[in-house]
């Protein structure tokens, strides 16, 4: 159908009452509640799956529209609009799983975990519990991965020399999600951005406002810390760590050049490159460097791009700790699959509603009081601590609040640059902050340490949400002057 034919049918449309506007909203919010809340936390059966739950909610939109009038075709047209504008960020997630899976073969995420696990230090083990997972965060994009490896085996560490594991358990998680959040290879990251629809370098650059200042505060402190609540022991027993680094030095081949695929993106992102053929373009160093200095095959590598990295690839090791399999069992066009698959769901049900105009009504109907810009970024950022907090999923708060707050965005004059960052700050950063939330659950399991002892020792998280705000009332890094 034409799309001046399509405009003309809309414009025939009678005028919605605002219970007609909101109840496909109002719908989602029902089975989010009932499959994300209730089943799992007070019924112990499994939560829905989120692509399922968007799914179902766009089958009630679309119903819902054709019952008043709206044409197949129009509607179509809508979301198909949606999926037109997101499908660039769609390819970088494909590239992001090639990328990892790239780096994991050459060697390049191996060689810089072997030497980030050697730093660890007695002396300094709180500070250096909160930079080393940074490092791994950052180079693999998971901070669950990050506190699932990592993690794990510096708290064992802190737990031999007698640390406080309260204030070590909150440096790791800390030191994860800020790694994750500098990480152009994070689904939350690229997710956040998409749903807001901003450059992905141009989000992670504007979460440095947020992120770096309170880094360097929780760093210091850390510092402190380590002064005052100092560990029994000034030694390490290798044993706690000797078969890690035994395990990744026998499967790959160190060299300084394994460096180039991260230099490449790193550069790409301080030029302002195209994001796409930059981690192709590192990507595809990364493969010609592990047919240099790895023992893998072209197979290896091929399979590698396709299905991810195995470590039994590695037929000449035999005995690989389970941990260094979790980490380095990754990558592939298949990795972010599920993110995918959520994503187009979400554009789906969005660009439906969008014929209705369905967020920006109940956006400007809650907030129709707000004036000013710094009083637009608050509000954005406790409706996402809300949403995140009933949802216990970041990717479903990064698109429900992208799209509820990017027009009201537009029309006053603030970067969207700013939603997204919010979204994190309020988001992903707060996450394991709330007592119920799957991020804390999943903390609390892996590093054996209580909510009540790392709660109150996750620095970044909480200095972040004063740093936030903060920003917002002084306008400083907020792009107030900045053209939309």
Not at 138 to 154: A, K, M
Not at 173 to 196: C, E, H, Q, R, Y
Not at 363 to 388: E, Y
Not at 404 to 428: H, P
Request: negative net charge; proline residues 5%; hydrophobic residues 50%.
């Amino acid at each position: 159908q034409h799309p001046d034919l399509i405009q003309m049918n809309t414009s025939k449309k009678p005028d919605l009452s605002f219970f007609q506007i909101i109840l496909p909203v109002l719908f989602l919010g029902i089975i989010i509640i009932y499959g994300l809340v209730i089943r799992p936390i007070f019924l112990e059966q499994p939560a829905f799956p989120l692509e399922i739950v968007f799914l179902l909610a766009s089958v009630f939109a679309i119903a819902q529209l054709m019952m008043l009038g709206f044409g197949w075709e129009e509607i179509q047209h809508s979301f198909i609009q949606k999926l037109a504008r997101g499908f660039p960020a769609i390819l970088i997630l494909f590239a992001i799983g090639i990328i990892i899976g790239t780096w994991m073969v050459s060697g390049t995420i191996p060689m810089m975990i072997y030497y980030g696990i050697r730093l660890i230090s007695p002396s300094y083990i709180y500070v250096l519990a909160f930079f080393i997972p940074i490092i791994f965060s950052t180079l693999t994009g998971t901070s669950w991965g990050s506190i699932g490896t990592i993690g794990v085996v510096i708290i064992g560490v802190a737990a031999v020399i007698e640390a406080n594991l309260g204030i070590t358990a909150g440096a790791i998680v800390g030191g994860a999600f800020f790694g994750d959040k500098l990480s152009p290879l994070s689904d939350t990251t690229n997710i956040a951005a998409i749903a807001t629809e901003v450059d992905l370098y141009d989000h992670i650059r504007s979460m440095m406002f947020t992120t770096f200042p309170s880094a360097l505060i929780a760093t210091a402190i850390y510092f402190i810390l380590g002064l005052l609540y100092p560990p029994a022991s000034s030694e390490i027993d290798s044993q706690q760590i000797a078969p890690t680094l035994n395990a990744i030095a026998s499967i790959f081949n160190f060299n300084g050049l394994l460096l180039i695929p991260p230099v490449i993106v790193l550069v790409g992102s301080i030029r302002k490159m195209a994001t796409l053929p930059t981690l192709l373009i590192s990507s595809l160093s990364a493969a010609i460097l592990a047919l240099i200095f790895q023992p893998f095959t072209i197979s290896d590598i091929m399979t590698t791009i396709h299905k991810g990295f195995d470590t039994n690839m590695a037929f000449w090791n035999s005995a690989t700790p389970e941990g260094i399999k979790v980490l380095f069992n990754r990558g592939g066009l298949y990795e972010l699959n599920e993110a995918i698959i959520f994503s187009i769901m979400v554009f789906i049900f969005i660009g439906t509603i969008d014929l209705i105009d369905a967020m920006p009504t109940i956006v400007n109907r809650i907030f129709g009081f707000i004036k000013s810009k710094s009083s637009l970024i608050i509000s954005s950022l406790f409706a996402t601590a809300f949403t995140n907090g009933i949802t216990s999923n970041q990717s479903a708060t990064s698109f429900i609040i992208g799209d509820a707050f990017g027009k009201r965005y537009d029309q006053s004059g603030v970067s969207r640059k700013v939603l997204s960052r919010s979204i994190e700050d309020y988001g992903t950063m707060f996450e394991s902050l709330i007592p119920w939330h799957a991020t804390t659950i999943f903390l609390t399991t892996t590093l054996g340490v209580s909510y009540g002892e790392y709660w109150h020792w996750q620095l970044l998280s909480l200095i972040n949400l004063v740093m936030a705000p903060t920003l917002a009332i002084l306008g400083k890094g907020c792009y107030y002057t900045e053209k939309t």
